[in-house]
């Protein structure tokens, strides 16, 4: 069957088969052989568990099945737009609507206690009008502040070295939706504050 490599990074590689992406966890060559399968499957069947809940709740690939003891996640592709490369190619007014939707998506994530771990619009898919996400191999679940805030403070600054034309104007716009669809957004949004702060002093 026909297969191309379609993503890789230091953690998988991503495969194309037809309609369908299976994405491969990659061996790290300086773990024991024994304990790298196990590291891999658990994070395998977390990711995968992961994004089945988050595929109730906003647009992201369902797994299409239970990956069991193997290292391999079997997805539908979505065939789209890649938003870290396109954004900045829309009319201001398409990209406050897409940051309107991203705010939506992400405030209904943190409201069920999902943080995706990399908000970048690299992991984001612009398909029909509407906002896909993708890659939750970083995701977990938490009812922390601290990791909601982290979550969102990664992708203020995507937008920021991304698409910073217009970065403050889109993260308001992501600011405002989210703030719309989450009752715990005040306390969030303050602890992102002390996030970002400490970012700053850190060195």
Not at 64 to 74: E, K, N, T, V, Y
Not at 131 to 136: A, H, K, L, R, T
Not at 147 to 172: P, S, T, Y
Request: hydrophobic share 35%.
């Amino acid at each position: 069957m026909r297969q191309k490599i379609i993503a890789q990074g230091a953690e998988a590689k991503i495969y194309l088969i037809k309609d369908k992406v299976v994405k491969d966890r990659i061996s790290k060559k300086y773990r024991l052989r024994e304990l790298d399968n196990k590291i891999r499957r658990r994070r395998t069947k977390a990711e995968a568990k992961l994004l089945t809940k988050a595929s109730k709740i906003i647009l992201c690939p369902k797994p299409l099945a239970d990956p069991g003891s193997g290292r391999m996640i079997h997805m539908p592709y979505v065939d789209g737009l890649k938003l870290s490369n396109e954004l900045n190619n829309f009319e201001l007014k398409k990209q406050k609507e897409i940051c309107k939707q991203i705010g939506e998506s992400v405030s209904k994530l943190h409201n069920n206690n999902i943080i995706h771990g990399d908000l970048t619009t690299s992991n984001m898919i612009y398909k029909n009008g509407e906002v896909y996400f993708i890659d939750f191999g970083l995701g977990f679940i938490s009812r922390k502040f601290e990791d909601k805030a982290v979550d969102i403070h990664v992708l203020k600054q995507a937008l920021e070295a991304k698409h910073f034309e217009n970065w403050e104007v889109l993260f308001k716009e992501f600011e405002k939706a989210y703030k719309t669809k989450n009752k715990e957004a005040e306390t969030v949004f303050e602890r992102l504050k002390k996030v970002e702060k400490r970012g700053r002093y850190k060195h």
